[in-house]
């Protein structure tokens, strides 16, 4: 099943930290939170995934593409015809008996927009392809173009051998649905999983998945219990949401986490780039009896702003990052 994130935000109540990056690129630990809500997915088994990028998306590439050599010793030497040379040529080397514990590995691809081209064609006639990696797309061009990052090692075994991540351009200013919309080629014709890239929890995925597969409903969302500050759920006993509303000071309801799984039918209340997913499509499916809640009462913590960032960060340097599954 697919991942789908959120990541093209322009991160406005973060402003201070967002002007220079977009906000899924703001670090916990030295990492990026995307990389922290990857990491969640990537332990339950869940392996392919869509970024849905738009503001400073250039970054986000970059960081993709660049990322064998962030996490790699590397020496260059001038002197022999500017020789680069990676020593430890594995970026997160976490092998264990395990392939569900540890299934993060990596091949690298390119996507140009309405035209998937794939990583081993471009590795061939750009001549870097190694021993052990495939870092495809070093210096390719990567503003206005879509593209796939999948790192491939062969020591890695065969049922989780991939992690697959495509970058996609879902445009400057395009709401939420919209840019669900824009990525529906990728996703096809099968369900999907769907979240915010400014959050963590400690939630169980493999539940969730199997949550929404019993109900068999178009839509269910992660429904937690917060302080008020976001849009608001009504649940009726059996756990339909009968609709979903802006915050009010007189709500004392739970509120949507993301961590979603939809079926493909959500594509049809999905109108253009104008759409709030939040809004017209799961209000719909809302009033329909087609949207669920699982309810949630462990650790979520987004990261909308200054202070909520050094909190994340002061959790993760004592060692106490309860979303931190991984190990």
């Given at each position: ?6 990541a093209g935000g322009f991160g406005t109540r973060i402003s201070e930290e967002s002007y220079l990056k977009p906000k899924p690129m703001l670090e916990i630990g030295g990492k990026p939170i995307l990389w922290h809500i990857m ?178 409903k178009i839509a269910t969302l992660t429904a937690a219990a917060m302080g008020q500050r976001f849009g608001v759920l009504d649940i009726t006993g059996d756990e339909t949401i009968t609709s979903f509303r802006e915050k009010s ?79």
């Amino acid at each position: 099943m697919k991942v789908v994130i959120l990541a093209g935000g322009f991160g406005t109540r973060i402003s201070e930290e967002s002007y220079l990056k977009p906000k899924p690129m703001l670090e916990i630990g030295g990492k990026p939170i995307l990389w922290h809500i990857m990491k969640e997915y990537s332990y339950y088994g869940y392996n392919d995934f869509i970024i849905c990028c738009g503001y400073k998306q250039h970054i986000i590439k970059e960081w993709f593409a660049d990322y064998y050599l962030y996490n790699s010793d590397v020496t260059f030497d001038f002197s022999d015809n500017n020789k680069m040379t990676v020593h430890n040529n594995v970026a997160e080397y976490w092998w264990s008996d395990d392939p569900v514990r540890d299934p993060w590995r990596w091949r690298i691809a390119i996507a140009k927009k309405h035209d998937v081209l794939y990583g081993k064609f471009f590795a061939k006639k750009a001549g870097f392809i190694s021993k052990k990696w495939l870092p495809v797309f070093a210096n390719y061009r990567r503003d206005g173009y879509d593209f796939d990052a999948l790192f491939e090692d062969e020591k890695a075994p065969i049922k989780h051998k991939n992690i697959m991540d495509h970058l996609v351009d879902t445009g400057l200013n395009t709401m939420t649905g919209g840019r669900v919309k824009r990525i529906q080629k990728y996703v096809g014709n099968e369900p999907f999983m769907l979240t915010y890239g400014d959050g963590v929890c400690d939630i169980n995925i493999k539940d969730l998945v199997a949550f929404h597969e019993k109900h068999g409903k178009i839509a269910t969302l992660t429904a937690a219990a917060m302080g008020q500050r976001f849009g608001v759920l009504d649940i009726t006993g059996d756990e339909t949401i009968t609709s979903f509303r802006e915050k009010s000071m007189d709500d004392g309801a739970r509120i949507n986490a993301g961590y979603m799984v939809l079926e493909p039918k959500i594509f049809d209340f999905i109108e253009g780039d104008s759409t709030v997913f939040e809004k017209e499509p799961l209000e719909t499916v809302a009033k329909m009896g087609e949207l669920k809640a699982y309810m949630f009462d462990g650790y979520w913590q987004c990261m909308d702003t200054k202070r909520e960032m050094d909190k994340l960060n002061e959790l993760w340097d004592s060692g106490k990052a309860p979303w931190k599954s991984w190990e």
